[in-house]
């Protein structure tokens, strides 16, 4: 089974700044993808960026980018000119690959709480 | 291209009571996936459904059910509630299933169970 870890409950970041939020996982598989999803209070979640396993070059979109180190099993996301919309609750998740028609459980961290100060 | 829609947005239930809850998947989407979030657990998986079949369940007792419409819309059935059940109900959909097309989630079914 696969876990995903997110060790800080809580994050603040003053408004223009940069901030890493981090995330481990743990998994036997060689195959899989990883997500960061973002999920404003009170609104939907939305997906912030997304990383195949098997492609070495980290992702990014915009403001946003991950370092993703396979062997360490880690996959931090870095925020960029931090906005006050950035406030949200964060959720790094893990997917198998799988073939077409296999299943697409999501295995989410617990979150951090990211605000973002004026 | 509408959302992910889910009916109703909010539930209020008593203890011992069922509850049904609706998932219309984004226009062309075949893949509903449901999550329980809760402030305890955070996010659980509960059941896919792809093209009318469950691919996958998550470890919740069988008070849990859904299916899946040849329209793809999906509802999901909680039988015999208890205080325990009260959580925010997300969908999410997808064009295909297998992790090679991203999830799109809807706003939630926010069920209190009293």
């Known amino acids: 089974a696969q876990t995903v870890t997110q060790s800080q409950p809580e994050m603040s970041v003053q408004e223009a700044e940069t901030v890493t939020l981090s995330c481990t996982y743990d998994t036997s598989e060689n195959n899989y993808y990883l997500f960061w999803y973002k999920q404003p209070p009170s609104r939907q979640m939305i997906l912030v960026i997304r990383q195949e396993a098997y492609k070495q070059q980290n992702a990014t979109e915009n403001r946003f980018s991950v370092n993703f180190q396979k062997a360490a099993k880690s996959f931090s996301l870095k925020i960029s000119d931090s906005q006050l919309g950035d406030t949200a609750m964060y959720f790094c998740?893990?997917?198998?690959?799988?073939?077409?028609?296999?299943?697409?459980?999501?295995?989410f961290g617990k979150g951090i709480t990211l605000s973002v100060r004026p | 291209k509408a959302g992910v829609t889910q009916t109703p947005r909010y539930l209020i239930k008593t203890r011992g009571q069922q509850v049904t809850l609706s998932c219309s998947p984004i226009?062309?989407?075949?893949?509903v996936s449901w999550y329980q979030q809760t402030p305890g657990q955070g996010l659980q998986f509960l059941f896919e459904?792809?093209?009318?079949?469950?691919?996958n369940k998550g470890n919740f007792p069988g008070r849990f059910s859904g299916r899946q419409f040849s329209n793809s819309r999906s509802e999901m059935n909680v039988s015999t509630l208890e205080l325990g059940d009260s959580a925010l109900y997300l969908c999410?959909?997808?064009?295909?299933?297998?992790?090679?097309?991203?999830?799109?989630f809807g706003p939630g079914t926010r069920l209190t169970v009293l």
């Open positions: 998740a893990f997917m198998k690959h799988g073939a077409f028609g296999a299943n697409s459980k999501l295995t």
């Open positions: 999410a959909s997808s064009l295909q299933a297998g992790g090679a097309d991203t999830q799109y």
């Open positions: 459904y792809f093209s009318e079949t469950q691919r």
């Open positions: 226009s062309g989407h075949r893949s």
